[in-house]
């Protein structure tokens, strides 16, 4: 599918009347999803409160508009945020500009990133970064956000740091201050969200919870008596265009840091895309979505928007409130904006506290415990980069998190690309003439003591070719004089797996032995530009279909071997003369 700098153009001939209906009705739902969920991130972030909706409305709107996805909402997200937040306070000391300038200018490369991978064509990238990586990344950063937020919950003195263990010491440091008010308000709003989770679904349990929460603390405390930190008013009106510091030395700084939340935010949205197009039923364009990633966060630096990526939670809320195209995100943006226009003294009578554990909740929600005992039982493939991510993200530095698992999961594909299985089969039944072939141990079969079938699955290119060989020549070394090489697996051959093939035919028709290659699929034959590889095949090594190779290698098997044999594992052999 080809990307296009005007996407929302193929898509505007659906708007209609009742599309617009449904659209707005969704609109009005995601705005309920995203104020509280923006706060909360905003905090996440180390952002005061109306940043986070600043992103809810530029970033989402546009995202929408540019990307192929008709429903995934983006914006401000719980993994972006808290990654966010720990690169600029790692900058914060060897640059002199503010956290905001910081947080501008990583916003702007993060976008900056993605659309040179949109214009590059790289989103089939994407596909190599295994759902392993993403599951351990996510669950790493549910615990960081939960514990970045102990402070505020327990109503300690102010509690940042860069890492999970630094967190964990300044709680210790100062646990013998927690103030009791907070620490209720904060289980308050905990355990009325689970209330109506669980019990009252037809209420936003998040915005229903930071409402009984609020309650809690202005009808049983006095939050400046009590000493209960209350989140800020918003500004009223929109945001002022800004622009970025972008000075070369902090560019270099950031660079790194914005490379890894390009890459965690493109697989976020991706993925979230590719999840609701399976129930939508929609073609996902990866690269388009890489243009309307990329374009959010250029665009939404210059109006003080911090980095974002597609939501799970506002995307699924909003193709399950009936969306039919991205003006849903659009009415959703007009009434956050309203919110900050005609409302921006609501976030006041919020306390910390409530927010607090808002983002505790939305932490579990992101640590799938189901998933998280899955992934530790799965084969070692999948277990080991999952687990390394998870520990990565706890105790690496955040932005390196998602390159070991990255490795970690690529390391164990190679490891399984670079040793081609070899698997001796032998007919199982036969259907209408057609011998179905089965693996010879796990079944039991009866194999033919003059010929061995070998079935290869796999390619056999630079990296796979000595393990290809050492397989090959341990068979023959078994006083396997007639081997058939099953070839209907191999997908691709490279030079030097050419060379090996034709290496390992001369060696062993040198040896007094016999190879047929069957079933070679005719696209990685026409891929063949090895000229001794392609004589030799044609000199009668290749047969086009396994039978064939069977009829060929029976008939060279010498008379008195199938006299003595009681086996008569082929149709091909030869009726056992009578006695």
């Known amino acids: 599918m080809k990307t296009t700098g005007f996407p929302f153009l193929r898509w505007r001939k659906i708007v209609n009347k009742n599309s617009l209906k449904a659209d707005s009705i ?22 005061p409160a109306e940043f986070g909706l600043y992103a809810a409305i530029f970033s989402a709107v546009i995202a929408s508009f540019f990307g192929s996805s008709m429903h995934m909402v983006s914006g401000p997200t719980a993994a972006l945020s808290i990654v966010s937040a720990i690169i600029i306070e790692k900058t914060l000391g060897a640059s002199q500009l503010s956290y905001l300038s910081l ?25 190599f ?14 615990l960081l956000i939960a514990v970045s937020q102990l402070g505020n919950f327990l109503g300690l003195p102010k509690v940042r740091g860069s890492s999970f ?12 201050s927690i103030n009791t008010p907070s620490l209720i308000i904060g289980l308050a709003t905990i355990f009325s969200a689970v209330i109506l989770k669980y019990w009252l679904k037809n209420i936003p349990y998040l915005l229903g919870s930071m409402l009984i929460g609020a309650c809690v603390c202005l009808f049983l405390f006095d939050p400046a008596q009590d000493q209960i930190d209350m989140i800020k008013a918003l500004p009223k009106g929109l945001p002022s265009l800004v622009i970025p510091d972008f000075d070369l030395d902090t560019v270099f700084l950031l660079s790194s840091g914005a490379l890894s939340i390009a890459i965690l935010g493109l697989i976020e949205a991706v993925a979230i895309a590719r999840s609701i ?24 630096a210059f109006f003080q928007c911090y980095p974002s990526s597609g939501s799970f939670t506002r995307s699924g809320g909003n193709y399950d409130a009936g969306a039919k195209t991205p003006f849903a995100i659009l009415f959703s943006a007009l009434i956050v904006l309203g919110v900050l226009l005609f409302l921006p003294d609501i976030t006041q009578y919020i306390p910390v506290p409530v927010m607090a554990g808002s983002i505790l909740i939305i932490a579990w929600n992101l640590f799938d415990v189901s998933g998280f005992i899955k992934q530790m039982k799965a ?6 980069p999952f687990l390394l991510t998870f520990l990565s993200t706890l105790f690496l530095p955040l932005e390196s998190a998602i390159y070991v698992g990255i490795v970690a999961s690529l390391t164990f594909y190679l490891a399984k690309t670079a040793n081609p299985k070899l698997t001796v089969v032998a007919p199982y039944q036969v259907e209408e003439g057609i011998q179905q072939m089965k693996n010879v141990n796990r079944y039991g079969l009866p194999e033919c003591p003059a010929i061995k079938m070998v079935r290869l699955d796999g390619s056999i290119f630079f990296g796979a070719a000595e393990s290809f060989q050492e397989s090959i020549r341990c068979l ?3 006083n396997v004089k007639r081997l058939i090489l099953i070839c209907k697996g191999m997908n691709f051959v490279d030079v030097t797996g050419q060379h090996t093939l034709a290496e390992e035919i001369e060696r062993i028709q040198q040896s007094g032995g016999t190879i047929f290659f069957s079933s070679l699929k005719g696209n990685t034959l026409d891929d063949f530009t090895d000229d001794k590889l392609q004589s030799l095949l044609k000199s009668g090594v290749l047969k086009d279909s396994t039978k064939n190779a069977i009829s060929a290698m029976v008939a ?14 082929f149709q091909e052999c030869p009726s056992k003369p009578k006695l």
Request: charge should be neutral; aromatic fraction near 12%.
């Open 277 to 300: 197009a399976m129930r939508s039923k929609q073609a996902i364009n990866g690269n388009q979505e890489f243009y309307g990633q990329g374009l959010s966060n250029c665009v939404g």
């Open 26 to 47: 969704a609109g009005l739902t995601g705005a309920f999803l995203v104020i509280p969920q923006g706060i909360a991130y905003a905090l996440i972030a180390g952002l």
């Open 379 to 384: 084969p070692k493939p999948d277990a080991i």
């Open 129 to 142: 970064i295994s759902h392993a990586v993403v599951q351990g990344f996510t669950a790493g950063a549910a």
């Open 165 to 176: 263990i630094e967190y964990l010491q300044l709680v210790a440091k100062y646990w013998e």
């Open 103 to 127: 947080m501008f200018i990583l916003t702007f490369l993060v976008g900056a990133f993605q659309l040179a991978f949109s214009f590059l064509r790289f989103g089939f990238l994407v596909n």
């Open 476 to 478: 023959v070394e078994s």
């Open 556 to 569: 060279q098997v010498p008379a008195d071997v199938c006299q003595t044999c009681a086996n008569r594992v």
